[in-house]
């Protein structure tokens, strides 16, 4: 079956401009999740949205990111005032329950290439 | 410090060797313990996913946690070029859902 897409593939920005990134997770996953990965750093957890409870924001870096998930499925994650530090891979996983009750596998897409220039 | 370390290699084997990666976490309160594989531009594929201590094998791939040293290992048997990739380790508590990944260690297997 179809896993998570992101899109676009890459994105160019200028600093100061704001942008948009989209995550359509695998039909049926209750849960999504963001993450970054950065050069050297590995994978920094963002965001987490479960069913319809409050997210779990306690990884976004500043205020100047934001994210929201509709209809408990796609999720649009948003950079305003885009700094050079702010360029990395920005990848979205979903899964099945949003648990570790055994099984609950975190399904990656491809990414969003993000530069800022 | 951070709560899952990883050397990043590159590491460079020849095709046939038994690869080693590892990597050491500082917090007592990890109880899964995931490898995922994430080839260039791609995104992490799950390999191998251990709760507690202890060893899972599936085919060529063996997990091994020792909770007591804090030690995470991934043995790859009879590498292959095409397990050129890097390998992240991940950990995660009992009831958490928030990944704590290492660097990533990349791995070269020279045909």
């Known amino acids: 079956g179809a896993g998570v897409s992101q899109s676009p593939s890459n994105k160019v920005t200028e600093k100061g401009k704001d942008v948009e990134l989209r995550c359509d997770p695998i039909?049926?996953?209750?849960?999504l999740y963001w993450y970054r990965q950065s050069l050297g750093q590995g994978l920094e957890f963002l965001i987490y949205?479960?069913?319809?409870?409050?997210?779990?924001k306690s990884g976004l870096p500043s205020d100047r990111f934001s994210a929201e998930r509709t209809g408990g499925s796609v999720s649009t994650l948003t950079i305003q005032r885009t700094q050079q530090e702010d360029s990395a891979v920005y990848l979205c996983?979903?899964?099945?329950?949003?648990?570790?009750?055994?099984?609950?596998?975190?399904?990656f897409g491809p990414g969003t290439r993000l530069t800022v220039t | 410090q951070k709560e899952v370390e990883q050397d990043p290699g590159p590491l460079s084997v020849p095709e046939g060797a038994i690869v080693s990666l590892n990597c050491t976490y500082s917090n007592s309160a990890f109880q899964y313990f995931m490898w995922y594989r994430q080839y260039s531009r791609k995104g992490p594929e799950l390999l191998m996913y251990t709760y507690s201590s202890g060893n899972k094998e599936d085919g060529r791939f063996t997990a091994q946690v020792d909770k007591s040293s804090k030690y995470i290992s991934l043995f790859i048997r009879d590498s292959q070029p095409s397990d050129s990739a890097t390998y992240l380790c991940a950990s995660l508590m009992e009831y958490g859902n928030k990944l704590v990944f290492g660097a990533g260690t990349i791995l070269r297997v020279k045909s």
């Open positions: 039909s049926g996953h209750t849960a």
């Open positions: 996983a979903s899964s099945l329950r949003g648990d570790r009750r055994g099984g609950d596998e975190q399904y």
């Open positions: 949205f479960q069913g319809n409870s409050a997210p779990d």
